[in-house]
């Protein structure tokens, strides 16, 4: 029997089980944190100032970028991203069916179309052949989203965008830090957009920034974060600021706070050790559910650095009498949360409704959806915390 100070009791069929709950994901904020944002709380200047210009100056050096614009979420970065590649109304992007609803939304704030792709059956990255099936006249972008951390096939992806004159936007939301043949994400596109929301590699809260090679962009979506007005506006209330600027075009209101970037520079210095951490994760996982025939785990393509943002395993169904409800559910029991990624756009109302999308038009991403189950993974799990989600998941396919 467990002793008073574990987190484990007899439970159903007189197995050990966790007695204290493992949530799905919980921030790694530390003491580093907490003096960071003090700190600037006391310095008098809480909105945009010297801790954002600071994180944006280490984030570019961070992922070998020339330019980072800091702003206040991954939506607002992709928004910004294909104002700065000049979207029109009318025009369309491709992007995977497989993600979060701000990669396709951000298209339609332009009364642009999305148009969604179906994903490779393994990673579950947007698929290079459907992609390149999907291009009309009208595609002015792809927005490859590296799923869960794991980089997409940019190689093919880049081909395909030079041979139809297409910009690439990586929503490298999940791919903080990750690579892909040596090249850091963030880099591989004509713009990357991150995000730092509570459950990302990196937080600050709520939060995001743009990466590019290109100077003109960078200027473009640092105008567009503070309303439209020239640069350095943010200056005007600091001794060496003027009263004085212009409007050059109506913008948006995506500027990040400098109490958030303190976060950020904090969360910064410990990325790659946090990255450490979710691989040791996953290998624990990897080793534990990769010898179960009813659990598939994900696969790592060679030459690829993995951020592990997500750990998704998929449910062989065939194999098992349990649906995947009750799997999360009987997770639930144990003490243990999951969540789903994701429900595939194209099984979304909105998208089924506007575009008439059937789940047979991506297979993939249909097929993926009904099996897929995430699994906790974040730098405060304890290998004991892993090899009781191991035990549990063992236990209930075993039913
Ligand atoms: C793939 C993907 N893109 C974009 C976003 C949006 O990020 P944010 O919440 O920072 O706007 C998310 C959020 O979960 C996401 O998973």
């Given at each position: 029997m467990a002793g008073p100070e574990k987190d484990v009791e007899l439970g159903l069929w007189g197995r050990l089980m966790r007695t204290k709950f493992l949530p799905f994901h919980t921030p790694e904020v530390g003491d580093e944190e907490i003096s960071a944002v003090v700190e600037t709380l006391r310095s008098g200047w809480l909105t945009t100032g010297p801790r954002v210009h600071e994180f944006e100056k280490a984030f570019a050096s961070y992922v070998g970028a020339a330019h980072a614009v800091a702003v206040n979420s991954c939506t607002a970065a992709l928004h910004l991203a294909l104002d700065a590649i000049g979207l029109r109304e009318g025009d369309e992007v491709l992007v995977p069916?497989?993600?979060?609803?701000?990669?396709?939304?951000?298209v339609l704030y332009f009364k642009a179309r999305p148009i969604l792709v179906d994903c490779e059956p393994d990673t579950l990255n947007i698929d290079p052949?459907?992609?390149?099936?999907?291009?009309?006249?009208?595609?002015?972008?792809?927005?490859?989203?590296?799923?869960?951390?794991?980089?997409?096939?940019?190689?093919?992806?880049?081909?395909?965008?030079?041979?139809?004159?297409?910009?690439?936007?990586?929503?490298?939301?999940?791919?903080?830090?990750a690579s892909y043949k040596g090249q850091i994400v963030g880099t591989l596109g004509d713009?990357?957009?991150?995000?730092?929301?509570?459950?990302?590699?990196?937080?600050?809260?709520?939060?995001?920034?743009?990466?590019?090679?290109?100077?003109?962009y960078a200027e473009r979506v640092r105008m567009m974060s503070l309303h439209g007005i020239s640069n350095d506006a943010w200056k005007r209330y600091s001794a060496e600021g003027s009263w004085y600027y212009e409007i050059l075009t109506p913008g948006f209101k995506y500027n990040m706070t400098d109490i958030a970037a303190a976060l950020g520079l904090a969360q910064l210095a410990k990325c790659d050790r946090m990255r450490e951490a979710r691989?040791?994760?996953?290998?624990?996982?990897?080793?534990?559910?990769?010898?179960?025939?009813?659990?598939?785990?994900?696969?790592?393509?060679?030459?690829?650095?993995?951020?592990?943002?997500?750990?998704?395993?998929?449910?062989?169904?065939?194999?098992?009498?349990?649906?995947?409800?009750?799997?999360?559910?009987s997770m639930r029991e144990r003490n243990i949360g999951t969540s789903v990624h994701f429900i595939p756009l194209h099984l979304h109302p909105y998208?089924?409704?506007?575009?008439?999308?059937?789940?047979?038009?991506?297979?993939?991403?249909?097929?993926?959806?009904?099996?897929?189950?995430?699994?906790?993974?974040?730098p405060a799990m304890t290998s004991r915390d892993a090899y009781d989600v191991i035990e549990a998941v063992s236990d209930i396919i075993d039913v």
């Open positions: 069916t497989m993600t979060f609803a701000a990669t396709a939304e951000v052949a459907s992609l390149e099936r999907a291009i009309s006249p009208r595609t002015r972008a792809i927005i490859p989203v590296h799923y869960a951390g794991h980089p997409c096939e940019m190689d093919a992806i880049r081909e395909i965008a030079r041979s139809y004159r297409l910009k690439v936007i990586e929503d490298a939301a999940h791919a903080l830090p713009l990357a957009c991150f995000s730092f929301y509570a459950t990302k590699t990196l937080c600050t809260g709520e939060g995001g920034m743009v990466t590019t090679a290109n100077a003109k691989r040791r994760i996953a290998g624990i996982y990897d080793q534990g559910l990769g010898r179960l025939r009813e659990i598939g785990t994900p696969v790592v393509r060679d030459g690829v650095e993995h951020a592990w943002h997500l750990y998704p395993m998929r449910l062989e169904l065939e194999r098992l009498r349990i649906s995947r409800a009750e799997f999360i559910a998208y089924r409704n506007t575009y008439q999308y059937r789940p047979q038009d991506f297979p993939n991403a249909s097929d993926a959806y009904e099996r897929l189950v995430s699994l906790p993974i974040y």
